[in-house]
């Protein structure tokens, strides 16, 4: 018999065929499964799943009320963590694939047996599991007493630092002062920057503006317009961003490449709350809320000689955040994993994968200088070569060893090779140690680790007896 009572799942049977139904039930019941619902009504599948914890559903396709391909529409929509058995007489492949895309979970043609019953459920029953435990943790976020939590929804986290950020922001929001936002390229400093915005209840725009690469001039035209004639091809009065956040907010991204003469200009800004568009004489009033963001440490930058005027960081930092990098919150990957996995798939129009143990292994081990940013590239390019419901390790693996490569060509080529041996190494030195980050990248799979060093798996093994001896 095939044995599921170690998962005690809920499970919802839907078909208008109240003999199947019954079978079915049977069926489980035999397998030692008693938490069991059975519905021959499909209009009334969501209501009936409010009231279950972690549900697994096996519907039929052909109901006359309302088909199963409408019901797994919805519930995908409204309970996408939930997995959608489709069970069918109709063995059309094209009928399946439909189902599949629309995100059930598995697709069984009738006569079902118990063998591909049982498996089908354990499958589902197991992500279905671990969908509800993350589903669950993403909630911790936002049940910490916040005014407005649906503000922060876009930054999914535990990390009691960035709660402590979110409390904040809305301590803050309403002063109307300026705000800085320090953090590490990728960290999530325009997610703040909006946050801070939407708690504000300011009616204006937010307005997101990248500094880092404006001239002078370039700069004066995009954040203060320029009057018709101010130079060749300005042909009527065009506006600039800080007009267009009147009543919001302009976000001034990467704000320690500016200039010496556009941070003057910045500062004549903040202090006097006017500007000139070019070739205008006529003031206009500055109605907008500045909130900057920098990856550098401008407090450094502001010492005798340095490259970032003194008053301008004390105007912009009126308010201070230093955002925490990825690998300092850890305990958010599994967070973000399922999250931007979710919303990869649902872009693509894919079922949403769950990723193993092991995957998630190597997500947790791995640094990320990149951050979110790193992450949310990895998770894309995974769900977009899975085509089922479990993330294969090696989509993960991979990404991480291309990463090995790059920073080993990183070491070679100029970083500092004394703060990683403790001495400048040998060459010797240097092959164990792209040897050992290659193992362990793959997992001590040679095949794979001899693929990311651009070696024969027979030339790797001697090396690794040879480091062995």
């Not at 300005?234 to 919001?248: K, Q």
């Not at 004489?281 to 909130?291: E, F, G, T, W």
């Not at 993330?391 to 790059?406: C, N, S, V, W």
């Not at 040998?426 to 095949?447: C, D, F, G, H, R």
């Amino acid at each position: 018999m095939f044995d599921l009572t170690g998962l005690n799942p809920s499970i919802l049977i839907v078909d208008d065929e109240k003999e199947e139904l019954h079978a079915y039930k049977f069926l489980l019941e035999s397998m030692g499964l008693k938490d069991i619902t059975i519905l021959d009504d499909s209009r009334n599948v969501l209501e009936t799943l409010e009231q279950l914890d972690a549900p697994v559903v096996f519907l039929d396709l052909n109901m006359p009320k309302k088909s199963g391909k409408e019901v797994l529409k919805e519930i995908k929509a409204q309970m996408p963590h939930v997995p959608v058995i489709i069970c069918t007489a109709n063995s059309d492949l094209e009928t399946a694939v439909q189902c599949l895309k629309l995100g059930a979970h598995d697709y069984l043609v009738k006569p079902i047996s118990m063998s591909t019953f049982g498996s089908a459920l354990r499958n589902a029953s197991e992500i279905g599991s671990l969908r509800s435990e993350l589903l669950s943790l993403k909630r911790i976020g936002v049940e910490t007493g916040l005014k407005n939590p649906e503000n922060f929804k876009s930054m999914v986290t535990q990390n009691s630092t960035m709660e402590g950020i979110f409390h904040y922001i809305e301590s803050i929001a309403k002063s109307g002062q300026p705000v800085l936002v320090l953090g590490e390229t990728g960290a999530g400093k325009e997610l703040v920057a909006k946050a801070i915005h939407d708690s504000s209840g300011l009616k204006g725009e937010f307005v997101a503006v990248d500094v880092s690469g404006l001239d002078d001039s370039l700069f004066s035209d995009t954040l203060f317009g320029h009057a018709k004639g101010a130079y060749t091809g300005a042909d009527s009065n065009r506006p600039g961003l800080v007009e267009r956040a009147a009543g919001g907010t302009i976000f001034l991204d990467e704000i320690g490449d500016l200039n010496e003469t556009s941070q003057v200009k910045l500062l004549r800004l903040m202090q006097e709350r006017i500007y000139y568009p070019l070739g205008s004489d006529k003031p206009k009033q500055c109605q907008a809320r500045i909130v900057a963001a920098t990856n550098k440490d401008l407090n450094a930058m502001t010492i005798t000689g340095g490259s970032f005027r003194r008053d301008l960081y004390y105007r912009l930092s009126t308010h201070l955040i230093k955002l925490p990098s990825l690998r300092e919150r850890k305990e958010d990957i599994p967070l973000l994993t399922e999250y931007l996995a979710e919303e990869a798939a649902i872009g693509m129009g894919k079922p949403v994968p769950v990723f193993s143990p092991q995957a998630m292994r190597m997500l947790m081990a791995h640094d990320f200088p990149g951050n979110i940013r790193e992450l949310k590239t990895y998770i894309y390019d995974a769900v977009a070569r899975c085509s089922g419901d479990i993330m294969e390790d090696r989509f993960i693996a991979e990404r991480l060893g291309e990463l090995t490569r790059e920073q080993t060509v990183q070491i070679i080529s100029g970083e500092p090779l004394e703060q990683i041996f403790g001495h400048f190494p040998t060459l010797e030195e240097i092959t164990q140690y792209a040897v050992t980050s290659a193992m362990k990248s793959a997992n001590n799979n040679q095949s794979q680790a001899a693929k990311l060093l651009g070696i024969s798996k027979q030339a790797l093994n001697k090396r690794i007896q040879k480091r062995g001896r």
